[in-house]
C-alpha cells in the first residue's frame, strides 16, 4: 500500500507566526485529506485536497486559516497560518489506497507558545 | 451524513486474554466500507482491518476478527490472545463507497494491556 511520508514530525512556534506541513506520497493518489487532532481526541476532518483544484473545508475551517496546496498527484502541503495556543494539535494527512483503506503520514505535533 | 459511536472511552485487558470493542454506526447508505484503525503512542494510524457491508462474512486478521451485524448498525472488534504490543487508542471508522471518499471516525477507544 501507499507510504506517506510526512514533516516535520513536530514543531514548536511562536504564537502569530505560520507552519506549513509537508505530505509526499510514494504514489499517485486524486485525493488527500488533512486531519486535526486535538489531545485525547479523534480525528477531525480539515480539508480534502484535489489535485488541479481548490481543497474542500469542512465546517468550522477557512482557507484563509488553512491554505492548502496540492501541486501535483503525489503531494500535498497544509499551513496553519497566525497560529494561536489553540491550534495546539497533531496534524495528519492521508490518502486512500488501493485495497479502499486509507494510509495515514506519521503526523505533525504542533505546539504553540 | 455519518456518525459513529464508540461507547468505551477507556478498557484493558489481561495479557494473553481476550477483549471485545464495541462501534456502532448509523448511514443512509446501502454499501460501504468500516474499518478499525489502531494508533499508539507514535501518532501513526495503523489500519486493523476493514470490512465491506456487502460481504456478510466477517473479516479476520490473525487475532483480530470483527462482529459486523449490519442490521443492527454494529462493528465491534475482538482482539484475541491479547499483547503489550496492542496497548493503543482504536478507532472505528466508515466510508461510503462512492462519493466524496472521507472517513467518519469514532472517538476512540484507549486500549490498556495489563501484564
Known amino acids: 500500500s501507499a507510504v506517506i511520508s510526512q514533516k516535520p514530525s513536530r514543531d514548536i512556534c511562536q504564537r502569530g507566526t505560520s507552519l506549513t506541513i509537508q505530505c509526499q506520497v510514494d504514489?499517485?493518489?486524486?485525493?488527500m485529506f488533512w486531519y486535526r487532532q486535538q489531545p485525547g481526541q479523534s480525528l477531525t476532518l480539515i480539508a480534502t485536497?484535489?489535485?488541479?483544484?481548490?481543497?474542500?473545508?469542512e465546517s468550522g475551517f477557512v482557507i484563509d486559516k488553512f491554505p492548502i496546496s496540492r501541486p501535483n498527484l503525489t503531494f500535498s502541503t497544509l499551513t496553519v497560518s497566525n497560529m494561536s495556543p489553540e491550534d495546539s494539535s497533531i496534524y495528519l494527512c492521508s490518502a486512500p489506497t488501493a485495497n479502499y483503506g486509507y494510509t495515514f503520514g506519521s503526523g505533525t505535533r504542533l505546539t504553540v507558545v | 451524513a455519518q456518525t459513529v459511536t464508540q461507547s468505551q472511552p477507556e478498557m484493558s485487558v489481561q495479557e494473553a486474554e481476550t477483549v471485545t470493542l464495541s462501534c456502532t454506526y448509523d448511514?443512509?447508505?446501502?454499501?460501504?466500507?468500516l474499518f478499525w484503525y489502531k494508533q499508539p503512542p507514535s501518532r501513526q494510524m495503523i489500519l486493523v482491518i476493514r470490512q465491506e457491508a456487502y460481504k456478510q462474512q466477517n473479516a479476520t486478521e490473525n487475532r483480530f476478527s470483527v462482529n459486523f451485524q449490519k442490521a443492527a448498525k454494529s462493528f465491534s472488534l475482538k482482539i484475541s490472545d491479547s499483547q503489550l504490543g496492542d496497548a493503543a487508542m482504536y478507532f472505528c471508522?466508515?466510508?461510503?463507497?462512492?462519493?466524496?471518499?472521507?472517513?467518519?471516525f469514532g472517538t476512540g477507544t484507549r486500549l490498556t494491556i495489563i501484564p
Open positions: 448511514t443512509s447508505e446501502s454499501d460501504y466500507y
Open positions: 504514489s499517485q493518489v486524486t485525493m
Open positions: 485536497a484535489n489535485q488541479g483544484s481548490e481543497a474542500t473545508y
Open positions: 471508522a466508515l466510508k461510503p463507497n462512492f462519493g466524496n471518499e472521507k472517513l467518519t
